[in-house]
């Protein structure tokens, strides 16, 4: 409810400054700051702006970059074992699309490949090692590869609602329980005759919160004392609960 009424508003003031700036970029969030707490179970995000006459709109949403590996298992002498695998650099944790027609018709290859625009083309010109000879197109690696992501949740596609006359649009975008912390890329695109006309980019903060935040810091700043911390604690935690057993 508090989102509609945001976009309301957001229309109703836009309605006269569109037509005095038709040429003006502007869209916005409903909120620029995620915060993961213990009981965090995702996020929806609006996305809201202007159109522009006679262009297509495209949004996406990118996570920070990370290394990602996938694996193939193969089965010897009865049992499966991760053989084969590829890990790929730069790629980005989180990838969200939205657009007001079809990104294959309104862009070429090469550039939905250059600005990394597409599930498709998102791996084309990325870095990559492997332990194996490929013996089939790298395409089938790369397939299996946003396939896995989608069904996590982390790769998917928007609808992009168009209101007012063709004028304003608004996306709705869902971070996953599994979301990690750091700066989202969220770009603009507006695009006319096969080409990125415009751009504009905003960041969504995501980061940790209360006693998750300590614990997630720590980690990471003192990674090899706080191993030690939890092999100390899994071991006193299997004598305790041998010696409970024990005494009943």
């Known amino acids: 409810m508090r989102i509609s009424f945001i976009f309301l508003i957001f229309i ?8 005095l700036k038709s040429e003006e970029i502007y869209f916005d969030l409903s909120q620029n700051n995620i915060d993961i707490k213990t009981d965090f179970n995702g996020r929806e995000i609006i996305i809201f702006g202007l159109l522009k006459e006679d262009h297509d709109t ?6 920070p970059p990370s290394k990602m590996k996938i694996q193939k298992k193969d089965r010897y002498f009865g049992v499966w074992i991760n053989n084969k695998q590829i ?3 730069k790629i980005p944790t989180l990838f969200f699309l939205s657009s007001s027609s079809n990104i294959n018709e309104i862009l070429p290859s090469s550039i939905l490949v250059n600005e990394d625009l597409s599930f498709e083309k998102i791996l084309n010109n990325k870095t990559f090692d492997q ?7 790298q395409n089938i690696w790369n397939e299996n590869f946003v396939r896995i992501k989608k069904n996590q949740l982390y790769y998917q596609e928007f609808e992009m609602k168009i209101f007012k006359n063709k004028l304003l649009f608004q996306t709705s975008v869902f971070f996953p329980p599994n979301t990690i912390p750091g700066n989202y890329n969220v770009e603009i695109f507006y695009i006319k005759n096969n080409s990125i006309m415009h751009k ?6 995501v980061k940790k919160s209360g006693i998750g935040s300590e614990i997630y810091n720590f980690a990471n700043n003192n990674a090899a004392t706080y191993g030690v911390f939890v092999i100390i604690f899994a071991v006193l935690s299997g004598l305790f609960a041998a010696t409970l057993f024990r005494r009943v």
């Open 12 to 19: 109703s003031s836009l309605s006269f400054s569109f037509l």
């Open 58 to 63: 495209l949004l996406t949403v990118k996570g």
């Open 87 to 89: 890990t790929y650099s």
């Open 131 to 137: 332990n194996f000879i490929f013996e089939n197109d």
């Open 200 to 205: 504009d980019k905003k960041i969504i903060t």
